[in-house]
């Protein structure tokens, strides 16, 4: 037996006015598509916007349903347009951000483990690191350089294949 650990580092901003100006343009869509949430059941809105290598940035929030797992995060309407509308295309950043209609969402918003799954298959295929940038409705933005780093030990097409 041996024990081994897995660290990673990641940016922590004090506010979005601290990003660069790439990063901030990105945030300020995803609070853009965060408004336009279907989110009646929650009442917790999400906005996700993912910049593309041709500099087009395409947007996704989530999409509830009555029947509440027919509902989509607003991560992977986003990645499944550019997935279908952009097929191939190397996607540079990701930015998510949420809200309450109940409570202030002070802390930066993490992609669920659906969400996370779902992006390392692009990063996975398209060999290019995925920065991940994250905030609440407001306070600190957390930045990863890698969707890998927050999927540790993740599962990928390799094990599918002899
Ligand atoms: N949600 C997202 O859109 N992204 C996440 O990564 C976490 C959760 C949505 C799903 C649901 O509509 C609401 O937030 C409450 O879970």
Not at 129 to 140: T, V, Y
């Amino acid at each position: 037996m041996r024990k081994q650990t897995i660290s990673f580092e990641f940016q922590v901003y004090e506010s979005m006015a601290e990003l660069g100006q790439e990063d901030q343009r990105l945030m300020q869509r995803a609070i853009k598509a965060r408004e336009a949430a279907y989110a009646p059941y929650s009442s917790f809105l999400v906005g996700a916007a993912i910049l593309l290598e041709n500099g087009e940035v395409v947007i996704g929030n989530n999409q509830e349903n009555a029947s509440y797992p027919s509902g989509l995060c607003a991560e992977r309407v986003a990645l499944f347009y550019a997935g279908a509308n952009y097929p191939g295309m190397v996607i540079k950043a990701i930015a998510i951000t949420a809200m309450s209609e109940n409570h202030l969402v002070d802390t930066p918003a993490a992609p669920c483990g659906n969400c996370r799954q779902a992006i390392s298959e692009y990063e996975f295929r398209q060999k290019e690191p995925i920065p991940i940038l994250m905030m609440g409705e407001k306070g600190e933005v957390i930045k990863c350089s890698s969707l890998a780093d927050m999927l540790p030990l993740g599962f990928n097409n390799t094990y599918l294949k002899g």
